[in-house]
């Protein structure tokens, strides 16, 4: 087998472990046939938009994952939220740091930032408060790159709309797209629901 056909089953592989990771994901119904990345080197990058909690969370799972993998770029609105991601991802594991080359230079400020850098990466994760995940969303889609992208993907039937289209234009181009929809899929989940009959007349609940 020659080196593109390596890196790109190790590629793949990193996705679908990483679908598993970040919170018990599923991906889009093309995920088997789909033709992940290109290009004979094996090292998987990473552009994280939106370095809050959930943000610094996505990208540690990531980081974690056994692929080649490798955080290149972070872009967030606020520059002390930013160093606060970066700082917790480095002290969480040691062995991390080496799959850290965030250097200043791309470390991304302002409400613009995205744009900055979702075109170092080969996996954009999308983490900011969902009111700019459309827009965040299209343009990764724009610039041909996989996503993963936290729930919910919009706040507005609008937003709506310009997630569904750019899935669609996703589908064409064979990306890999990632929803953090676990509570949908996982198996406990599924299996109180099936047996929410026997419990009778549901009166109230509690969640967190």
Partial sequence: MNNDSNSNNSRREFVKQSSLI????????????????????????????G???????????????????????MADAFSDRLEGCYKTIIQEDASLKSKI???EERKFVGFD??????????VVILT??????????????????????????ATDPAGVQK?????????????????????RYQNSYLELFKRKDTIGEITSAQVW
């Fill in 163 to 183: 997630v569904l289209a750019a899935a669609e234009t996703a589908k064409q181009k064979k990306l890999n797209v990632v929803v953090g929809l676990q509570r």
């Fill in 51 to 73: 370095c809050g909690g959930r943000g610094t969370g996505a990208a540690t799972q990531a980081l974690l994952s056994k692929q080649n993998v490798k955080l290149v770029a």
């Fill in 128 to 153: 900011t408060p969902p009111g700019f995940r459309p827009i965040h969303f299209e343009e990764a889609v724009k610039q041909g790159k996989h996503v993963f992208m936290e729930k919910p993907v």
């Fill in 22 to 49: 970040a919170g018990g994901l599923l991906a889009a119904p093309f995920l088997s046939n789909a033709n992940f990345f290109s290009g004979a080197d094996d090292v998987i990058k990473i552009a994280l938009i």
């Fill in 113 to 122: 930032a995205y744009l900055k850098a979702i075109p170092l990466a080969d």
């Fill in 101 to 103: 080359d965030v250097p």
